[in-house]
């Protein structure tokens, strides 16, 4: 009798139980469209800022090889009026090197700032996923008692 008892009420509270867990889920499957649409647009910021910063900052130091080079190709041409070619060649060369070094580091700054971005807006992208697909299909009661997905 006690063990019949026992049943019955286990039966009860499962088949109580159910119809709570029924219910409509579309909820929690919103709720990480709009977790993952806002990581995403955060991701996208940051990538957009760290691009704009890198182009700014190898667009300045470009310039600055220019602005270089183009004063030391003046200088090579008075040193040229007055006959010293040497000197004009050698800051011919002195120039073009300054201005290839100030090339490659302002591209390699750009390359670093475009890789930051790139990175921080894939890890958004990916923590934005994780949490869409932690919501879809039932949220946290669709994960079972052995944790996540």
Known sequence: MKKAIVIGLGILALSSTVPAMARDYRHFDRRGDRIDARLDRRGDRINNHLDARGSRINERLDAKGERIND??????AEARADGKNRLAEQLDRKGDRIEAELDRRGDRIE???????????????NRGDRINSRFDNGGFFNRGWWGRN
């Open 111 to 125: 390359d670093r700032y475009d890789n930051r971005g790139d990175r921080a807006d894939r890890w958004y992208d």
């Open 71 to 76: 004063r030391l190709d003046a200088l090579a």
